[in-house]
């Protein structure tokens, strides 16, 4: 079968399924014949589209996007009281472990030696919240749940204690049990990691993390970009033969993973019950989306920037995510994640929102009756001993002491530990350290603009600097 054929059995599994349903029967699922139908009968979703579907699922209603009841719901962003839940079917948990599966054959098919791996397992998943009868959490803690049999006797510390477990203790707890073990494998967020490995080698006095753990050989990394931290872990480690695999997931579903230990780019699974649809050269705005171009996946192009649109068996139907993904080959599909539709700062899985930090801001200065212009912010890791840092950079039209910007950036850094979870875990953990402030002026934004070519009539500084060069340009 070519590409559309595979992706199209996908679709009508979902569509077959899902036909008796509340929104299949409103979208005429026993009428489709082709991909052109689904795609001229379904419109676009996007959160805010699902709120009062969410929340007659959680009433218990039944049949509503996905046959049967849902009970259990992944958070995608925010707190779990506040944050988006979505839907989690026993459908959906089925197709991630199966994911899973794939990694593990595809990594003992390069790694045949399964013997490499016969030692200890640390896994540091998300958290599980059980509110009535329903559960709620992230996914990497209900995959976490779903870890193959055979795998269980390696690990470390039993999952059900590590998903009820807050995060802020789970680091402290693995390394009071780990750090006398003959650990092969750690699976986590990069940036967990590479604090579990900063506070091993404090704990241990050591200069390499070889040195305690001279058999590990895996790393299982998703949540964050890889290639961020991967330099900082292979310093620390202290060794070269170690394997990194990288997996490309949300609360949505598992999309694509590494599958050959030698590239940086990722296999994206086309069988596993989610049809996918992309939007080209997206713009930061949902609105703008929903009126962008669609294409199937047998229509994208390398090289190109797309925004992700899927349908799974979660009940989710032309979703769209806020990723930007580029495909490096197309057939079979081969991709990079590249960032957030929205600007966003996720450089050490954060999540921050270029909004979400303005706001803060603006409330903060207003509070100490500053008189503030506009402002930029990076993040950065300066060796691999050092935790990431955001800096920020603020516009200010008089002379601020040095003490009043300390109070302004400490203000912000504690409204978004109150107002975004993924920034508050961090600077909870320590993944991420305290913030730092620095004041600039409009010649220095001038200077930026002309070195980049953005001196024009509507020429400004954007509110995230993604280059380790643009940081330092305002130092």
Known sequence: MDLRD???????????????????????????QRYEDFQEEVPLSFYSDLTDQIADIKKGALNIAWPGKVQQFAVSAGTSGTGKHLPLTP?????????????????????????????????????????????????????????????????????????????????TRVLDK???????????????????????LKKSGVNAVADVWPNLKLLVCGGVKLANYRP???????????????????????????????????????????????????LPDPDSLAIQETVPIWEVEADTPYAMIVSTNAGLWRYA????????????????????VSEMLDDYGEALYAYEAEQALRDVAAELDLDIGTFT???????????????????????????????????????????????????????LGEPQIHSIDQQQINYWLEDHNK?????????????????QFFK
């Open 6 to 32: 595979k992706q199209e059995v996908e679709l009508f599994k979902l569509i077959r399924a899902a036909k008796s349903t509340r929104f299949g029967q409103n979208h005429r699922f026993t009428d489709l």
């Open 91 to 171: 459908d959906r948990l089925r197709s991630d472990k199966l994911f899973m599966r794939k990694i593990v054959r595809s990594y003992f098919r390069q790694r045949p030696n399964i013997f490499r791996l016969w030692g200890q397992h640390i896994s540091l998943p998300g958290s599980l919240e059980d509110s009535t009868d329903l559960q709620i959490g992230e996914i990497s803690a209900f995959t976490a749940r779903h870890v193959p049999w055979w795998l269980s006797p390696f690990q470390l510390i039993n999952t059900e204690e590590l998903v009820e477990m807050p995060f802020s203790q789970k680091i």
């Open 178 to 200: 780990a750090i006398d073990k003959d650990v092969r494998v750690v699976s986590s967020a990069p940036s967990w990691i590479l604090t579990l490995f900063q506070r091993l």
């Open 232 to 282: 900082h872990l292979e310093q620390l480690i202290g060794k070269s033969d170690i394997d990194f695999i990288e997996t490309y997931g949300a609360s949505e579903g598992y999309f694509a993973y590494t599958d050959k230990l030698e590239k940086d780019d990722l296999k994206l699974v086309i069988d596993n019950e989610i049809f996918y649809e992309f939007i080209p050269n997206p």
């Open 321 to 340: 995510m806020n990723d930007i993904v580029q495909f490096t080959q197309t057939d079979p599909p081969r991709i990079k994640v590249m960032g957030r």
């Open 377 to 431: 912010i990076g993040a950065h890791l300066e060796n691999e001993r050092a935790v990431p840092r955001h800096s920020w950079f603020v516009q200010t039209y008089e002379t601020l002491h040095r003490d009043t910007l300390d109070r302004l950036v400490s203000k912000i850094d504690k409204q978004l530990q109150e107002n975004n979870r993924h920034y508050a875990i961090r600077r909870e953990t320590d993944a």
């Open 455 to 471: 001196q024009k009539a509507q020429g400004k500084l954007p509110s995230i600097l993604q280059k380790e060069e643009d940081i």
